[in-house]
């Protein structure tokens, strides 16, 4: 299957800095992407819709200053996590579509990216 | 917006033994759903997907779902698990072009 890449898959910050996520296509041309939020034992949560060439659509409940989304090419979408604070550890996971003539929209998912604010 | 539910989050059975994960979803309009299953320390896959036609899908390791619309069911069955399956199974419901999570079913399978 297509294959959705994301880095890195851990990271550690200080509280008051900024963390930036990468979500790739390696093998497929994504014009959307979507990333999700994952608080343990709990579901994936859409934060955003990320759109090739435009603005993300952000999620009821989401803060589209602190989470940061950029969509700046067809195998490219990351997600930027401002002056991170504690309560915003979690699993990061995106995921994109592949619209190619053998899918049917089918989501493939990157592999997730912990996130440890202290 | 839709929701999904899932029931028994933890599951734990023995080897040979059958399993069914519940699955209700509550949006009024046309939907697409899927099984997913995340093995220990790997990424979400898909198992299988059901987009229209026969409300009986077959997906991949033994594993179909029936889609059921009277009750807004889509529930996940396997008639002899093995102990491989361990992992967590999602269930998902797109609708208005709007993925939604079940929060999952962890199912652990004795040998």
């Known amino acids: 299957g297509a294959v959705v890449s994301q880095h890195p898959s851990w990271v550690i910050c200080k509280s008051g800095t900024s963390v930036k996520i990468e979500c790739r296509s390696l093998d497929f041309q994504a014009t959307t992407m979507f990333w999700y939020r994952q608080f343990p034992k709990q579901s994936l949560m859409l934060m955003a819709t990320?759109?090739?060439?435009?603005?993300?659509?952000?999620e009821q409940g989401v803060e589209k200053d602190k989470f940061l989304i950029n969509h700046a090419s067809l195998t490219l979408s990351t997600l930027t996590v401002t002056s991170a604070h504690p309560e915003d550890s979690s699993f990061y996971i995106c995921s994109a579509r592949d619209m190619g003539p053998q899918r049917t929209g089918e989501l493939f998912f990157g592999e997730g990216s912990r996130l440890t604010v202290l | 917006a839709q929701s999904v539910s899932q029931h028994n989050h933890h599951v734990i059975l023995s080897e040979a033994a059958s399993l069914e994960l519940g699955c209700n979803y509550s949006?009024?309009?046309?939907?697409?759903l899927f099984w997913y299953v995340q093995y220990p320390g790997q990424h979400l896959q898909l198992l299988l997907k059901y987009f229209s036609g026969d409300p009986l899908v077959k997906g991949i390791k033994g594993f179909e779902a029936e889609f059921i619309k009277s009750k807004f069911s889509f529930n996940l069955r396997k008639p002899s698990v093995q102990w491989s399956d361990t992992a967590e199974y999602f269930c998902a419901v797109n609708g208005n072009n709007r993925l939604a999570f079940g929060k999952g079913n962890q199912v652990v399978v004795i040998p």
């Open positions: 990320s759109n090739e060439g435009s603005k993300a659509t952000y």
């Open positions: 949006y009024g309009g046309t939907v697409n």
